[in-house]
């Protein structure tokens, strides 16, 4: 009896409980606390439909930095183009296929010329047949291939237009590591697109990149497929490089980018206008300079009987049916003079050969185990 007894005690005790905790906590019910919606007014509605449909305001005038990246955009935006290349190439069973190729620019004179990358204006090896360039405006012209530097990456073309937006040439040789810069050009296709870091590095060379050219600009500004022969501007939206290539594991952009320096596709240019193409020269051997401290301790090493000149540039190896093999030249020559200048150094041996043009004869004064005699090599197109 005393168990029953309890156990209604605590029923009721509990069901007094449960009352006063619904009263208390959920006084428009249990349905109306949690499922029932909130009535809203009208005006409520229409204040809220009012403030989606109203711009936020401006604000807070912006930044001296925000002003800084948006003046540079705007000062070089007009100037850099898309390049956009078709031609046709040949399947294994010899069938035509027509493909097509993205890139861009940067218009340099208001009468026309547009510089760029080498790689861009080419399908393969080939210099593309159509190559069209569409400025920031909408306006499209068929462009032509004025010269291109194989070695340093770099295409001049000539649009027929007249008072284009011209890019304002900078100075790369002011540029320091971590000077602001602003990247624009085509990437994957979406046109005039900004993005914006600093110049991580100066003069870097990268080693192992074909034919990639030293001496580069490195930026984290965003450079992706199809910005190659945009622009690099600095904070004043000079033009201070042409963006070339990346460094990626998974071929897009991961923040590090490369561009040439303007002053030497200043130089570039000027050389394209006077010799046309150049830099395709190719003879066919890797070198490196004789002087070199580590170059000739190795040679006293390995040969102590042999007497090396002091100057000029070892052959470290011949490509096989290359110009050099063909002319007699091997591992371990000496090469001391081109056309009848000494080679002092491996940049001004690679800058008189990127001169040279296609079956142009090269006379070499070639030293081999203490005797010398002149070769001569018909360089053929890279």
């Known amino acids: 009896m005393r168990k029953v007894m309890g156990f209604l005690l605590l029923f009721v005790l509990g069901f007094f409980t449960g009352a006063y905790m619904l009263k208390t906590y959920f006084s428009n019910g249990l349905m109306g606390g949690f499922y029932a919606p909130a009535e809203v007014s009208e005006s409520s509605k229409r204040a809220l439909l009012a403030s989606l449909e109203t711009p936020v305001t401006q604000g807070a005038p912006p930044t001296s930095f925000e002003t800084m990246l948006r003046t540079a955009a705007q000062r070089i935006s007009p100037a850099v183009v898309n390049v956009d290349t078709t031609g046709e190439v040949f399947t294994f069973w010899g069938e035509a296929r027509r493909v097509g190729g993205k890139g861009s620019g940067v218009i340099i004179s208001r009468d026309g010329f547009v510089v760029t990358n080498n790689h861009v204006v080419r399908i393969g090896r080939e210099i593309a047949p159509e190559i069209t360039v569409t400025l920031a405006d909408g306006r499209r012209f068929r462009a032509r291939v004025i010269g291109t530097d194989a070695f340093n990456d770099i295409a ?5 237009g007249r008072n284009l937006p011209v890019a304002p040439l900078g100075d790369s040789d002011q540029l320091h590591v971590g000077d602001w810069v602003i990247a624009v050009g085509n990437p994957f296709g979406l046109e005039n697109t900004v993005t914006a870091g600093i110049v991580s590095a100066l003069n870097r060379n990268l080693a192992g990149a074909g034919d990639v050219p030293g001496g580069l600009i490195q930026t984290d500004a965003a ?11 600095n904070s004043r939206g000079q033009l201070v490089g042409i963006n070339t290539a990346i460094y990626s594991p998974v071929g897009a952009n991961v923040g590090i980018g490369f561009a040439i320096p303007i002053n030497r596709v200043r130089q570039v240019v000027r050389e394209i206008l006077e010799y046309g193409s150049i830099g395709s020269a190719w003879i066919g051997i890797a070198c490196r300079d004789i002087s070199d ?24 190896g011949v490509e096989r049916n290359s110009p050099a093999e063909q002319a007699g030249l091997r591992p371990g020559d000496v090469l001391t003079t081109m056309n009848g200048r000494s080679l002092t150094s491996i940049e001004q041996f690679l800058q008189m050969l990127r001169r040279v043009r296609l079956k142009e004869k090269i006379r070499f004064t070639v030293w081999r185990e203490g005797r010398t005699w002149i070769v001569e090599v018909t360089p053929v197109e890279r």
């Open 223 to 233: 450079i992706n497929a199809g910005n190659s022969g945009g622009a690099l501007a």
């Open 293 to 316: 401290p580590a170059i000739r301790r190795f040679l006293q090493e390995q040969f102590p009987e042999l007497r090396f000149p002091a100057q000029g540039m070892l052959i470290l």
């Open 156 to 160: 001049l073309l000539k649009i027929e």
